[in-house]
């Protein structure tokens, strides 16, 4: 019997087990579903805010029904595109929530960050991209409904979601760790430009985000990534500047060498940003 290869995992797989096509699914509109991503979005910004001012603005966001999602620096307009969510159902809806509250984030960080916010290339528009994902992924945490956790959490956590073919580095869902280099990208032949990659590594900012989430709950990891955006968030703050950053945080909220900071400097050292020396 001739045996196949899923080329993402090696698992060996027989061509007659293919399994029955799966229903279809009703669109469904998309518009309501982006409203409640900005509700969840202003509510845990807000709840998170020292003046409860959830720092959004006007927020305008408009829907269109190409894949393309964005936030415009110049017009501070973000940009959805449902076009492909509307065709997935349960699962197209939470994608649709989570890729409201990350453009948002794109956002509210680049105003935190002054005037035309992290520069999108390079290590701050990694940066820019990881913060993005963490916070989507908080605000269906702490604002949403029991399904809505669960994705958010799933959201959190790149590491399983690893070994990245060549064509996926410039997938933001992808874990690529920092030991593989922009060296190492180039040379398998990822030719997307990106902005300068900015989808690459910036899963290394969720792993860790995530691990504070872990140890201290998703609202005290929302918290001190807020707080250190506030305080400390520059349109050039790279991957080390953002990890120290986090670590003044937890030092202002809960004390020099406190379990709190603790957790933190270990989250930064899992993801090898930081080092022991
Ligand atoms: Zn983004």
Redesign the pocket.
């Known amino acids: 019997m001739q045996i196949e290869r899923d080329p993402n995992t090696g698992t060996a797989s027989t061509p007659s087990a293919t399994p029955a096509p799966a229903p279809p699914v009703a669109p469904f509109d998309p518009q309501p579903v982006v409203d409640r991503g900005i509700t969840l979005a202003r509510r845990m910004y807000a709840r998170l805010d020292p003046a409860g001012d959830d720092g959004l603005g006007r927020a305008r966001v408009k829907v269109h029904g190409g894949s393309n999602s964005f936030f415009n620096r110049i017009t501070r307009t973000v940009n959805i595109g449902a076009g492909e969510a509307v065709t997935k159902g349960e699962t197209g809806r939470l994608e649709l929530l989570e890729t409201t509250v990350?453009?948002l984030t794109?956002k509210w960080m680049d105003t935190r960050a002054g005037f035309g916010g992290l520069v999108y290339a390079g290590a701050p528009g990694r940066l820019s991209?990881g913060l993005?994902q963490v916070m989507a992924g908080a605000a269906l945490v702490l604002e949403g409904d029991a399904a809505e956790q669960a994705h958010g959490w799933f959201l959190l956590d790149p590491r399983g979601k690893t070994a990245p073919m060549r064509s996926e580095f410039g997938r933001?869902t992808k874990y690529v760790p920092l030991s593989v280099t922009m060296d190492d990208v180039r040379a398998s032949g990822f030719t997307m430009s990106d902005n300068g990659y900015v989808h690459v590594h910036s899963g290394v900012i969720q792993a860790a985000h995530l691990d504070i989430a872990r140890a201290l709950g998703m609202e005290e990891m929302a918290r001190i990534t807020t707080d250190a955006a506030r305080t400390s968030l520059t349109q050039l703050t790279g991957f080390r500047a953002w990890a120290d950053a986090t670590l003044e945080a937890a030092e202002r909220r809960h004390g020099a060498g406190s379990a709190q900071q603790r957790a933190v400097l270990d989250a930064w050292r899992a993801a090898k940003v930081l080092t022991d020396a």
Do not use: A, L, N
């Open positions: 990350h453009e794109h991209e993005s933001p």
